[in-house]
């Protein structure tokens, strides 16, 4: 148990020494074949067992809490040569995913969400849990806060450094391939009391230099704070005043 965010892992010691690597076969598998090469699931009859499973689990142990979402992923695995190549891949272990939100507002980052991990049992069904872990802080309180501009919010992106590369300046590019709204749910270690609007994005850095001369590109995924720490001290939230546990930050303004 995490103290500063009552989060809970668990392990079942005996199921992980089961298996000696990441592979896992299971009875009903479907595979898609995209541009990346073939990506596996669990067939919709499984993936609702494991979710029904996994929500017993939580509902037994006095950590159910309501989900905005709920989804199952299966891993994979893959096998390659010297040169890269893939020469063989197939399913690791299942996890199923339950993802939280605030008034309709999701909650990102590592603190709020709760995975439970499946290994496939003798048959290749039903599924046996091997490991969970949950962390949802709740809350108690909303308020309104204004949000900086998108400009501002990227504005630290921009302008930061990369370890051990340089900017080629007019070549340089960051291309932003996913974007996502939410509140920001820190670390379960981490003593947390209110959650404040935050963008996650992923994307690439492209045209930056190595101290060998090569460009190369670098892929990012980072947090950007979308609230000055002035206004959230105005709203009563700095680190030096009362705050109430658990409390929330929400952004109503539509403006933004």
Partial sequence: MFAASGAVRG?????LSRFADERRTWADVVQERTKD???????????????????????????????AQVGVVLGQWARLDESGKELESGAGRAT???????????????????????DPDDRGADGVIARFFHV??????????????IEQAFEPLLTQTWSGL?????????????AEFGLLALPADVAQRFAAPALRVEGTVSGLVARDGKQ?????????????????????LGSAGVILPGQVVASRDKGQ
């Fill in 11 to 15: 392990r079942n010691t005996d199921q």
């Fill in 37 to 67: 090469g073939v990506v596996y699931g669990l067939g919709p009859k499984a993936a609702k067992l494991l979710q029904t499973r996994a929500q017993g689990l939580l509902d037994a142990s006095g950590l159910a809490e309501k989900p």
């Fill in 96 to 118: 199923v995913q339950f993802a939280y939100a605030v008034e309709g507002i999701p909650l990102i980052g590592a603190g709020a969400k709760t995975n439970v991990h499946f």
């Fill in 136 to 149: 949802h802080r709740g809350f108690e309180a909303a308020k309104d806060v204004r949000l900086i501009t």
């Fill in 166 to 178: 340089e900017s080629t300046a007019r070549k340089t590019r960051i291309t932003v391939t996913a």
């Fill in 216 to 236: 190369v590109t670098v892929r990012f995924g980072q947090y950007l704070p979308l609230v000055e720490p002035k206004t959230l001290g105005a709203a009563g």
